[in-house]
């Protein structure tokens, strides 16, 4: 098992920008695959984008392409969501997930194994 812990989230205008971080704790960060979702109100969750445990490979939802960027640094336990162009619909609870010695990049939030506690961005018009 490993712990997750976001932070970065805040308050911010549309067309603006903000970097999520996710610290990771327990297991041996490099043995997850990492993937960030969020979850609006009223809403389900859904998936933002994806690294590879080596960080080589990456994968976003359409809806991000672009304009959001996953990255990871295995020396420091921790994964980050670059986010620019920030509009209004972006706003939602963003959590980070780790799926265990995937080799795969997977967008269905029951395949990943822990999920951290969420961090709350917020894009105003």
């Known amino acids: 098992q490993v712990q997750l812990v976001e932070s970065g989230g805040g308050l911010v205008q549309a067309g603006g920008s903000l970097r999520l971080s996710c610290a990771a704790s327990g297991r041996t960060f490099s043995s997850y695959a990492m993937g960030w979702f969020r979850q609006a109100p009223g809403k389900e969750r859904e998936f933002v984008a994806a690294i590879s445990r080596s960080g080589v490979s990456t994968y976003y939802a359409d809806s991000v392409k672009g304009r959001f960027t996953i990255s990871r640094d295995n020396a420091k336990n921790t994964v980050y969501l670059q986010m620019n162009s920030l509009k209004p619909e972006d706003t939602a609870v963003y959590y980070c997930?780790?799926?265990?010695?995937?080799?795969?990049?997977?967008?269905?939030?029951?395949?990943?194994?822990?999920w951290g506690q969420g961090t709350q961005v917020t894009v105003t018009s």
């Open positions: 997930a780790a799926d265990f010695l995937s080799g795969n990049l997977r967008r269905k939030d029951y395949e990943y194994d822990d």
